[in-house]
């Protein structure tokens, strides 16, 4: 199996394929719905936004997907189109990926996705004449929106995070060891010996940087998977404007550079533990890619004006499209929690 095959199996760990059509969003009398998608300039770059709600005056929810460069608008599609009910519902293709463009002479930081994100809200805060949004913040993009209600704090009506990143290599420790215990009890030495041969420190990550983190993502697929956890489509045969795109150009190249900061000393979220905004931590039980153990410890020193923490107990690094009924209706009560 050559490389681009491998990391497209990585990324396609917990999804099985089927194909579904996008639906039309109703229409609510006496309301002003919105239902949109175009490009728009962010700091020189055409990025997409795709944008849903019931009622313009409902509050907006901003989702900053993972990967990174792993555009998640036809998940939020399949499974949370329904929180347009509720919210205005804005999924954004960050640059480089899905059908937003790319700057080929930007340097590829973090930072760089935080200001992105800082003029994606200047623009929803004046379309929809709000002071404040909601961010619901996935995996790598849990980084950039810790960062965000960090930087911006005024912007932001609470931050939410599922697939928490905190340090990586914590995360990751504990992932090995995990899949090393559970090869011991299923005497799966042919596992044990492949583990050996990624060389991995706590201290400084995977010796042989993406590559190493590839190989273990592969290894350690049979032993993350749960059977109480939901197993997902494949997100790029969902819809036929996502299918034709180029998926794996973008992760290979741009999402390379990026998994380098999830994977040394370069991020670690736990010495951010004062917060402005609320914070809401959505947790699958099940989750070994960005530990649930790490980020239960994380959101324990955090101090906020309001904060919680939901257990997903039948998820894993996706609650909010593993359990997505229940995804809705924590989203609900954070919203009716910070209009008080």
Known sequence: MNQSNRVLLLCLIFFNTYVVRPQSLPKTPGKISVDTSFLIKINGVSQYLEIKGESRTNPVLLFIHGGPEWPATPMIRKFNEDLSKDFILVSWDQRDCGKSGSDTTAVLIPDLFVEDAHEVTQY?????????????????????????????????????????????????TLARAFVDRQAKLNHDTATQEALKAIPFSPAKGYQNGFDGLIAFSMLSNKYFKNKEVADLPDPTHLYSDYSKLDWMTPLMTSGRTLFNYMNSTNIDLSQYTDFKVPVYFFIGRYDHITSAEVAGEYFDTIKAPKKKLYWFEHSGHSPNWEEPALFRQRLVEVAAECKN
């Open 124 to 172: 929803l805060k004046k379309e929809f004449h709000t002071n404040k949004l909601f961010i619901a913040c996935h995996s790598w993009g849990t980084i950039i929106g810790i960062y965000l209600a960090q930087k911006f704090p005024g912007d932001y009506a609470a931050y939410i995070g599922m697939g928490q990143f905190v340090n990586p290599n914590k995360s990751e």
